[in-house]
Protein backbone atom coordinates (compact mmCIF):
# COMPACT_ATOMS: atom_id res chain seq x y z
CA UNK A 1 0.00 0.00 0.00
CA UNK A 2 1.17 3.52 -1.28
CA UNK A 3 1.90 6.28 1.16
CA UNK A 4 -0.84 9.02 1.06
CA UNK A 5 -0.53 12.36 -0.44
CA UNK A 6 0.03 14.23 2.70
CA UNK A 7 2.42 12.02 3.78
CA UNK A 8 5.01 11.84 0.63
CA UNK A 9 4.45 15.73 1.34
CA UNK A 10 5.93 15.04 5.06
CA UNK A 11 8.87 12.84 4.39
CA UNK A 12 9.91 15.19 2.14
CA UNK A 13 9.27 18.31 4.17
CA UNK A 14 11.54 16.09 6.32
CA UNK A 15 14.00 15.33 4.20
CA UNK A 16 14.27 18.96 3.60
CA UNK A 17 14.83 19.87 6.98
CA UNK A 18 17.55 17.54 7.97
CA UNK A 19 19.43 18.70 4.71
CA UNK A 20 18.90 22.43 5.52
CA UNK A 21 20.42 21.11 9.10
CA UNK A 22 23.11 20.11 7.76
CA UNK A 23 26.80 21.14 8.68
CA UNK A 24 27.51 20.74 4.93
CA UNK A 25 24.90 24.03 4.46
CA UNK A 26 24.51 27.90 5.65
CA UNK A 27 22.08 28.21 7.73
CA UNK A 28 19.38 29.90 6.35
CA UNK A 29 16.13 31.44 7.95
CA UNK A 30 12.46 30.73 6.12
CA UNK A 31 13.15 34.78 4.69
CA UNK A 32 16.05 34.56 3.03
CA UNK A 33 15.17 31.05 2.33
CA UNK A 34 12.27 32.18 -0.12
CA UNK A 35 14.29 35.02 -1.31
CA UNK A 36 17.10 32.59 -2.55
CA UNK A 37 14.28 30.47 -4.00
CA UNK A 38 12.76 33.42 -5.58
CA UNK A 39 15.87 34.26 -6.67
CA UNK A 40 16.81 30.52 -8.47
CA UNK A 41 13.27 30.39 -10.26
CA UNK A 42 14.31 33.64 -12.01
CA UNK A 43 17.83 32.46 -13.09
CA UNK A 44 16.18 29.10 -14.02
CA UNK A 45 13.65 31.34 -15.99
CA UNK A 46 16.44 33.11 -17.58
CA UNK A 47 15.17 36.35 -16.01
CA UNK A 48 17.60 37.04 -13.37
CA UNK A 49 16.18 39.09 -10.23
CA UNK A 50 17.64 42.52 -10.15
CA UNK A 51 17.89 44.26 -6.81
CA UNK A 52 14.86 46.52 -7.30
CA UNK A 53 12.44 43.69 -8.34
CA UNK A 54 13.76 41.89 -5.14
CA UNK A 55 12.97 45.03 -2.71
CA UNK A 56 9.11 44.89 -3.96
CA UNK A 57 8.83 41.08 -2.57
CA UNK A 58 6.22 41.92 0.25
CA UNK A 59 4.80 39.15 0.46
CA UNK A 60 8.42 37.54 1.73
CA UNK A 61 9.32 40.46 4.32
CA UNK A 62 9.75 44.47 4.42
CA UNK A 63 12.13 46.22 1.87
CA UNK A 64 14.80 46.69 5.04
CA UNK A 65 14.89 43.03 6.12
CA UNK A 66 14.41 42.14 2.51
CA UNK A 67 17.73 44.25 2.42
CA UNK A 68 19.61 42.45 4.99
CA UNK A 69 18.60 39.17 3.73
CA UNK A 70 20.13 39.59 0.36
CA UNK A 71 22.92 40.63 2.50
CA UNK A 72 23.18 37.81 4.57
CA UNK A 73 22.99 35.45 1.30
CA UNK A 74 25.53 37.12 -0.44
CA UNK A 75 27.56 36.56 2.67
CA UNK A 76 26.77 32.80 3.34
CA UNK A 77 27.86 32.57 -0.82
CA UNK A 78 24.51 31.91 -1.50
CA UNK A 79 24.39 34.39 -4.22
CA UNK A 80 26.20 36.62 -6.29
CA UNK A 81 25.25 40.15 -7.72
CA UNK A 82 26.50 41.55 -11.56
CA UNK A 83 25.68 44.32 -13.89
CA UNK A 84 24.72 43.48 -17.32
CA UNK A 85 27.45 45.27 -20.35
CA UNK A 86 27.24 48.94 -19.78
CA UNK A 87 23.99 49.11 -17.56
CA UNK A 88 25.57 50.15 -14.47
CA UNK A 89 22.51 50.74 -12.65
CA UNK A 90 21.22 47.37 -12.50
CA UNK A 91 22.01 45.05 -10.22
CA UNK A 92 21.21 41.59 -10.79
CA UNK A 93 21.41 38.38 -8.73
CA UNK A 94 22.06 34.81 -9.59
CA UNK A 95 22.38 31.95 -7.15
CA UNK A 96 25.77 30.31 -6.57
CA UNK A 97 27.45 27.14 -7.03
CA UNK A 98 26.14 26.25 -3.29
CA UNK A 99 23.38 27.51 -3.54
CA UNK A 100 22.94 24.95 -6.74
CA UNK A 101 24.34 21.89 -4.56
CA UNK A 102 21.71 23.23 -1.81
CA UNK A 103 19.06 22.75 -4.81
CA UNK A 104 20.18 19.37 -5.91
CA UNK A 105 20.06 17.83 -2.42
CA UNK A 106 16.34 19.42 -2.77
CA UNK A 107 15.97 17.68 -5.72
CA UNK A 108 17.20 14.20 -4.71
CA UNK A 109 15.23 14.40 -1.95
CA UNK A 110 12.11 14.91 -3.78
CA UNK A 111 12.58 12.01 -6.33
CA UNK A 112 13.59 9.54 -3.20
CA UNK A 113 10.61 10.38 -1.82
CA UNK A 114 8.67 9.76 -4.86
CA UNK A 115 9.73 6.75 -5.57
CA UNK A 116 9.24 5.19 -1.83
CA UNK A 117 5.53 6.20 -3.01
Same mark, same amino acid.
Given at each position: ??????????? %???? *??????? #?????? #? @????? @??????? $???????? !?? !?? =?????????????? $??? #?? +? $?????? #?? %? %??????? !?????? !? =?? =? +? $????????????? *????
Amino acid at each position: MGMKSNQIYLR %FLSL *LHAIENS #DELPQM #D @LEAKR @LLEVIAI $RFDQRKPL !TV !TE =AMALGHIASPATLH $RKL #DQ +L $REMGMI #DT %F %FEGSNRR !TKYMVP !T =AT =A +L $RYFEKAEKALQST *LKAH
